[in-house]
């Protein structure tokens, strides 16, 4: 799991590559100016008490200041500039590779746990480049202090070294154990946030049901489990804190100690006691490492999380386009599925379909809950590909289309339409880039939506975030993206399932004028909507159980059982001559 996280972090530092050199040459010039430091101070001191001149020394002083001054604050801005920047980077990156998998991709713990790791991993992970720089930089001074102390004296050289393999055993048994704790860590708080996330989303349900109380005990339950992993961390960083303050002051009296016999045997100055002093404080100053150990630790862990996402394959396109329409309303098929067969976790939702709709015409797809209704319709509108077989639009395989080619000809209204966008009109006009705030109003007035549109505070441009609608509100602004744009293929999904019959009729008339030319495709729950189309697949368990027109399949008992499921089982034989 390492390993992928890992990956991970080196493409988001590829991606900030200008900035992290920003931070690494910055920081090897305040590590220059804080390391030149020691030894020009000692050089100020040899002259001072000499009777030298060491105002030049002096001047040399000011001068590293200011420059250690100020690249340590431009290294602190850069370093917030990347962290953003690669937080921004793997956000964008997972959520492409969600989306750009298809609606149908699995995510482990849904939509919330998504938002959650989202949010924290990737705010983990974007630490990672910041982290790694810095830890390069604070063994840097350590490294060269070493250097220095053996220069001024072998004997101050040795007692420094013989203290760094117990400091190189501390900060390994720190990674080792602090990585593992983290990851630990971040997964019971997604856990902990997917739920809260879940809760909230079912908040009117939850209240409806009286399950408050199930519901909180759910969300929490990973608490315990979480403040486990917390303290467990906790009492590492402790533990790892108080070897350190043990360890590296032992190490500095020592290194202070050994310096000065060294002094009173004439072997070294005053001025080198206080170089070896700073030396000797900036090598012991690995501690300062812990830290950065820690955060590429939590970067690796929220990598980890994140890869669940970057790592899904995106749904490939090929290069072809649609033929131009030829203007006769039936002339050619307009979708076919030829032996398609979708399986999810084992489990068969369709298998050997083979369903051939005419252009222009309308079909009606029925069957009980379950039967695949919706699979059929994804799978026309290419949201899914078939495990088998071949799914073909105008006579060309939808695998073979381009995105746009594809998006382009084909508009979906699902039964519960998300609001997308930053008003109404943004959400209407989705996928229409094009469409002026004129073809906005005339869509939503085919759609049976303008007149309580018009009604809100700033009509078209109330904000999204600011309206509560019905279920059959909702509904029909789905319904005014099928009229907002041509489209080749309409795809209802019991998109007029919360409508009333008359508002339900008068959207049926209005797709058959307005989008007479189109291939329309619709989950049909209602015996008056199948009445009206063309023709009518009976679906049943993921397989084709019959097809025909609504009124010859009428005769069938298992196909009227499929509507006394619902409300309008008592006005299905009327409705079964409707429109024939």
């Not at 030894?39 to 008490?49: F, S």
């Not at 746990?113 to 930089?137: K, P």
Request: charged share 20%; glycine share 12%; net charge positive.
């Amino acid at each position: 799991m390492g390993g992928t996280g890992t990956r991970l972090l080196r493409t988001a530092a590829r991606a900030q590559a200008g900035g992290t050199t920003v931070l690494l040459v910055t920081g090897c010039v305040s590590a220059a100016a804080q390391l030149a430091l020691p030894a020009v101070l000692g050089e100020t001191v040899d002259g001072l008490v000499g009777g030298d001149d060491f105002t030049r020394w002096l001047g040399v002083c000011g001068a590293l200041v200011v420059i250690y001054v100020v690249s340590e604050t431009y290294s602190d801005y850069t370093a917030g500039v990347v962290q953003a920047r690669s937080a921004l980077f793997l956000r964008r990156l997972a959520t492409a590779r969600l989306v750009g998998a298809g609606p149908h991709a699995r995510t482990a713990r849904g939509p919330g746990g998504f938002a959650a790791q989202l949010l924290e991993g990737a705010g983990a992970a974007a630490m990672g480049s910041n982290a790694a720089v810095w830890l390069v930089l604070s063994l840097l001074p350590a490294l060269v202090s070493l250097v220095m102390l053996w220069r001024t004296d072998v004997w101050v050289g040795l007692v420094f070294s013989c203290g760094l393999p117990i400091v190189a055993w501390c900060l390994r048994s720190f990674a080792a154990d602090s990585s593992r704790l983290i990851t630990r860590y971040l997964e019971e708080q997604s856990t902990v946030s997917s739920r809260l996330a879940e809760a909230l989303g079912g908040a009117r349900t939850i209240a409806a049901s009286h399950t408050l109380e199930r519901e909180v005990a759910r969300v929490v339950e990973p608490l315990p489990r979480l403040r486990r992993s917390g303290d467990a961390l906790w009492r590492l960083q402790a533990r790892t804190a108080a070897r350190g303050n043990v360890l590296f002051p032992l190490l500095h009296v020592a290194v202070l100690a050994t310096a000065g016999l060294a002094l009173g045997r004439g072997h070294i100055s005053a001025g080198q006691l206080l170089a070896v002093s700073e030396y000797a404080a900036m090598g012991t100053g690995l501690g300062m490492s812990l830290l950065f150990v820690n955060q590429l630790a939590r970067a690796r862990a929220g990598a980890d999380q994140l890869h669940t996402y970057t790592a899904l394959a995106p749904m490939a396109y090929g290069g072809s386009t649609l033929p131009e329409p030829t203007g006769a309303p039936t002339a050619g098929v307009g979708v076919e599925l030829k032996g398609t067969a979708v399986r999810r976790d084992g489990r068969s939702l369709l298998s050997g379909i083979d369903i051939s709709v005419q252009a222009g015409e309308l079909l009606a797809l029925v069957g009980r809950s379950g039967s695949g209704k919706s699979t059929v319709a994804a799978l026309m509108g290419r949201l899914l590909d078939p495990d088998q077989g071949e799914v073909l639009l105008d006579g060309v395989p939808v695998r073979q289309l381009t995105r746009t080619a594809l998006r382009r000809c084909v508009v979906f209204a699902f039964e519960r339409p998300e609001l997308v966008g930053m008003d109404i009109a943004d959400t209407i006009a989705a996928g229409a880039p094009h469409a002026t705030l004129d073809d906005v109003a005339r869509a939503a007035g085919l759609a049976r939506a303008a007149s309580f549109i018009e009604r809100m505070p700033n009509g078209y441009r109330t904000e999204v975030e600011s309206v509560v609608l019905s279920g059959g509100e909702m509904q029909r602004i789905g319904l005014a993206r099928a009229f907002v744009r041509p489209a080749r293929l309409v795809l209802l999904d019991d998109a007029t399932s919360s409508l009333d019959m008359a508002t339900e009729h008068e959207i049926d008339r209005a797709l058959a004028t307005d989008t007479s030319g189109a291939t329309r495709v619709m989950v049909a729950h209602r015996a008056s909507s199948a009445a009206r189309a063309d023709t009518v697949v009976w679906l049943e368990a993921g397989h084709v159980r019959a097809v025909g027109t609504h009124s010859g399949l009428w005769d069938l008992p298992g196909y009227r059982a499929v509507f006394q499921e619902r409300a309008e089982s008592g006005a299905a034989p009327g409705a079964a001559g409707a429109g024939r």
